[in-house]
Nanobody, 124 residues
Framework: QVQLMESGGGSVQAGGSLKLSCTMS?????????LGWFRQAPGKGREEVAT???????TYTDAVKGRFTIVRDNAKITLYLQMTNLDPEDTAMYYC?????????????????WGQGTQVTVSS
């Protein structure tokens, strides 16, 4: 059984930092799969934040480029999202995701394993 568990969310002031973690127990293809972080703000759809492929190549949505870093640790089957210089616009529930079918990068509409989410709140 695959279980994704996020942690590390919280409340910070603008300009602060947080590091999110996502452990993917039972996911046998962790080291070979593209993985991702997503977020959903109240009243908005789920959006992709960052992805990291099995070769370490990364993508970021424009809003977080230069501030967020996605990292994977294959030995610990854990995905991380280091967030710096946080802005109130970053306030959202953050989710990690892995593909259920194949190894391609997850997208908001694709068939993924999802964590339960961790809340990030940034105050001005």
């Amino acid at each position: 059984q695959v279980q994704l568990m996020e942690s590390g969310g919280g409340s910070v002031q603008a300009g602060g930092s947080l590091k999110l973690s996502c452990t993917m127990s039972g996911f046998r293809f962790f080291s070979r799969s593209c993985l991702g972080w997503f977020r959903q703000a109240p009243g908005k759809g789920r959006e992709e934040v960052a992805t990291i492929d099995d070769d370490g190549s990364t993508t970021y949505t424009d809003a977080v480029k230069g501030r967020f870093t996605i990292v994977r640790d294959n030995a610990k089957i854990t995905l991380y999202l280091q967030m710096t210089n946080l802005d109130p616009e970053d306030t959202a529930m953050y989710y990690c995701a892995a593909p259920q079918i194949g190894l391609h990068c997850p997208t908001p509409g694709s068939n993924n394993y999802w964590g339960q989410g961790t809340q990030v709140t940034v105050s001005s």
